[in-house]
Each structure stands twice: as C-alpha cells, then as structure tokens.
C-alpha cells in the first residue's frame, strides 16, 4: 500500500521539546477600559503553575483582551498582573511583552510572509548569536516535524503545517507561559483535533502554563485542566470542565455547554410537577416558579405504562447516538432526546420515556 506524505510525516521520529519552569498568572481585580466601554470588570483568577487553562466565552465577551493583557501587548486600567508572584502590570508598574518570557500563538498564525520557516521561528531570539539561534529553532522544528520545510516560506505550507510553525516559534524561547488565542478555529474539524492533540502533547513536554482561548464549550472540556466561562466583561464561573458542565452556576453557564429542554413550573413541597413528571427543585423557594433544564440526553425510553408517553415525530442518525423529536402532551413546543444507535425507534409511533434525574437542572425562574 502507498504511504501518503502525511502518512510518512506523523511516522517520522520527532525530537522532545525543551522543557522550561512553569508561572503562574494571576489577575488582581483587573479592569480595561477601552474610551467609555467597560471590555473588562473587576477580574480575579489565577491560572495555576504547569496546568492548561481554557478561557471560554462567547465572541466579544473580553476573552482575547484578557489573554493580550496577560502577554502585554495592551495594559489594564486597573487592577493588577503577576506572573509567578512578581507583578508585570500595575499603577505603578509595566513590564514590556518581551520581558514576560511568555509566548503567544494566534488564530491567523501571524507568520513573517518575507520570512522563511526557519527565519519565522528564530524570530525574537535575539539574546543569541545568529549560530545559536539557528541550532534552537531547528530543534524546535524537528519536534514540530517540519525540520525538512525550513527553507520553505508560509505561503508554500498547509494551514496545519502552518499552525505548527507558529507553536515551534512560541516554544524555542522556552517560555513560561505560553497563551493561545484559538489557533486551531481556522483547521477543518479532522484536521483541528490531530493539530490539537500534537500541539498539547508538545505544551506537556515543556511543563510550560497554557492558557487557550476558545468559543467552543466542547474545546475546552476536552483539553482543559481548569476553564474559567467569561460573559460580558466578567468570570462567571470557574472550575473544572466536570464542574462547570453538572453544576453551572446559572442558566446561562448550563446553556453555553449544551443544549437543553426548557420546562417552567411552580415549586411545590420540593419538587414540580411538569409534563415529564415530576421534577426535585431543593434550590428553589417554596412558591416560587422554576426554570427546569432537561438535557436531551437525560430522556430515555421506558417500559409502557412507566414515566410519560410521547410521539415520536422524528429521528435523526447522528452517529453514536439518534436525536428524537417528541411531542408530549402539555408542552406547546416539541423537546428533544438522544439515546444510543442501536435503540429501534420508529416515527409516528408513541412511546413511553424517562427522565434521569443526573440530567436536570432547576433554577429560579427570572
């Protein structure tokens, strides 16, 4: 069988990236302030020595303002910075982005387009001779598999290749702290895992702190020792990604990670009754009306005559799991479930379903 060129690279041996001294950053009641729009307020977090960091949020939410006042490539309006306990920002205080040893990696990759790859990476190694530079930015390409595209420019490499490029320029320095503002958003879905994987695989071996910004809740959970969820300017919730996913701190966090069915019942005795049956609301006053968060994968079929009865208006093949369309009496708007692939399931049938308990969540409703 013929052994594609993407085939021979991944089996080709790559060196070990160097390994470096891991800081902390913490953030002291940090604000920004961008003419009369607060972009930040009040934020207090400290990304721990050696661990990966996930700073999640929707778009515009201060994520990558956040991340370029961490590299000191913009300074805050108040509040304070420090990496491994000395302070970098301040009032009184501000330590220049090269001063940092922090690396940065972009979405767009920011390569040197007149550069070659080699030229890319020793790039800001200015602290060694012209001989040492280059022996440093070959090591970090061998690791990176690219040692034999060190003469090509950017424009001659794949996006992947390029990606990776941009990793081997932020690890040669051998950084403390290495912050990426989501590198893998412009890879195809097949291509951003491998990419992922490769460069987080990379990040452990240098011991290096990682701090990754991303939109993407399944991103984050799925690299992230700790993620810290961002909305409008502030930390609303930080915690790991098993936390943060079975104990949002509120709708909107339980709402970012996955997609819900959305009840609404009065509290009664410590529970509610909804057309599912009824539901324990132990958060929520006696009286007081419920938001009740179903997650589709919490309704599953049950024996007849058990849970409720519901239509069945429509199946949908998703892989490892089928996504049900189901109407139930009571509710004006249809709600939906996943259960695995080898259940037959047939639309236009009625069916009886049940709803696990480990897959609700109940606030008060606002």
Not at 9 to 21: N, S, V
Not at 64 to 92: C, D, F, N, S, Y
Not at 145 to 165: C, H, I, K, W
Not at 252 to 266: D, I, P, V, Y
Request: with cysteine; proline share 5%.
């Amino acid at each position: 069988m013929a052994t594609t060129a993407a085939q021979h690279d991944e089996a080709k041996p790559r060196g070990r990236a160097g390994a470096t001294f891991a800081g902390s950053i913490s953030f002291e009641n940090v604000g920004f302030q961008a003419g009369a729009v607060h972009v930040l307020t009040d934020i207090s977090l400290t990304f721990e020595a050696g661990k990966i960091s996930c700073l999640l949020g929707p778009s515009g939410c201060g994520k990558t303002t956040l991340l370029r006042l961490a590299a000191g490539v913009a300074r805050p309006t108040r509040g304070r910075i420090l990496i491994e306990g000395q302070e970098v920002a301040g009032p009184t205080r501000f330590v220049a982005p090269e001063e940092r040893n922090v690396g940065l990696m972009f979405q767009d990759y920011a390569l040197f387009p007149h550069l070659t790859v080699l030229q890319n990476v020793c790039f800001g190694l200015t602290a060694l001779s012209a001989a040492e530079a280059k022996v440093a930015a070959l090591n970090a390409l061998e690791r990176v598999g690219l040692t034999e595209m060190a003469n090509r420019f950017p424009n001659r490499l794949s996006g992947g290749e390029q990606q990776r490029v941009a990793l081997a320029r932020a690890i040669v320095p051998r950084p403390q702290v290495i912050l990426m503002d989501e590198p893998f958003s412009g890879l195809d879905q097949r291509l951003r895992e491998q990419v992922r994987a490769d460069t987080l695989a990379i990040i452990q071996e240098t011991r290096a702190t990682a701090v990754l910004v991303t939109h993407d809740p399944m991103e984050a959970a799925e690299v992230a020792d700790r993620i810290f969820l961002m909305r409008a300017g502030t930390l609303v919730q930080q915690g790991s990604p098993r936390e943060l996913y079975n104990s949002p701190v509120d709708q909107g966090a339980a709402e970012f990670f996955t997609r819900h069915n959305q009840l609404f019942g009065t509290c009664r005795n410590g529970r509610v009754e909804t057309p599912l049956g009824m539901i324990t609301s132990k958060n929520v006053p006696e009286g007081s009306e419920a938001s009740i968060l179903v997650k589709p994968g919490a309704i599953a079929l049950a024996n007849a005559g058990q849970g409720f009865a519901a239509f069945i208006r429509d199946v949908r093949f998703l892989g490892d799991m089928q996504r049900l369309n189901l109407i139930v009496e009571g509710l004006e708007a249809p709600i939906f479930a996943e259960i695995g692939k080898g259940v037959t399931v047939i639309p236009g049938t009625v069916r009886n379903f049940t709803v696990r308990p480990a897959g609700v969540i109940v606030f008060t409703s606002c």
